[in-house]
T-cell receptor, first 115, second 116 residues
Framework: DAEITQSPRHKITETGRQVTLACHQT?????MFWYRQDLGHGLRLIHY???????NKGEVSDGYSVSRSNTEDLPLTLESAASSQTSVYFC??????????????FGPGTRLTVL | AQSVSQHNHHVILSEAASLELGCNYS??????LFWYVQYPGQHLQLLLK??????LVKGIKGFEAEFIKSKFSFNLRKPSVQWSDTAEYFC??????????????FGKGTLLTVNP
């Protein structure tokens, strides 16, 4: 079955370290998204991509970067981890941007703790 | 840019009670509307969505939502909740006609606790 996976599921790191969170989907969706979920804030968009070699900043992109070298993967990198980046991170993908079938499908999440 | 407001932060109900969760959005154009559910420790799952047509949308697990364009609202309802409905519920919106607002904007969520 097609799916979207994230790894690792849990990560503890130290302030200043570089961290990369993986996201892999097997639906062949062009559109992929990274969100962070924090209490009282809901989900906030970090970065998104509409296809290979395309990346865009979301509302909370400072300190994060993404790259899209193939359709299946959108890794999220924290260049220099900060305690404010302690959060649960969700990756999502969607087959279309507009019209029917534009809903997003979410991965299981990665819980990141920055000490 | 669009925004979403969910009125209730935490709702506590007893089993068999009726549920209505409020959601209002701000966007001047055509919208697609979604309700997602997140069970404890799990990822978000789509409950239902409105794309076009009948403003009363039926979803999974007995949930429904009504799109009222004049009120910019998309409230979620269920006639009789169960303990297993305990979860966090998120309303979300994106621009239905595309353009630069393909992004999905979420509300802050409503935590529903159903007591047995």
């Amino acid at each position: 079955d097609a799916e979207i996976t994230q790894s690792p599921r849990h990560k503890i790191t130290e302030t200043g370290r570089q961290v990369t969170l993986a996201c892999h989907q097997t639906w062949n969706h062009n559109n992929m998204f990274w969100y962070r979920q924090d209490l009282g804030h809901g989900l906030r968009l970090i970065h998104y991509s509409y296809g290979v070699q395309d990346t865009n900043k979301g509302e909370v992109s400072d300190g994060y970067s993404v790259s899209r070298s193939n359709t299946e993967d959108l890794p999220l990198t924290l260049e220099s981890a900060a305690s404010s980046q302690t959060s649960v991170y969700f990756c999502a993908s969607s087959p279309r941007l507009a019209g029917p079938y534009n809903e997003q499908f979410f991965g299981p999440g990665t819980r990141l703790t920055v000490l | 840019a669009q925004s979403v407001s969910q009125h209730n932060h935490h709702v506590i109900l007893s089993e068999a009670a009726s549920l209505e969760l409020g959601c209002n959005y701000s966007y001047g154009g055509t919208v697609n509307l979604f309700w997602y559910v997140q069970y404890p420790g799990q990822h978000l799952q789509l409950l239902l969505k409105y794309f076009s047509g009948d403003p009363l949308v039926k979803g999974i697990k007995g949930f429904e939502a009504e799109f009222i364009k004049s009120k910019f609202s998309f409230n979620l309802r269920k006639p009789s909740v169960q303990w297993s409905d305990t979860a966090e519920y998120f309303c979300a919106v994106n621009a239905g006609s595309g353009g630069s607002n393909y992004k999905l904007t979420f509300g802050k969520g409503t935590l529903l606790t159903v007591n047995p």
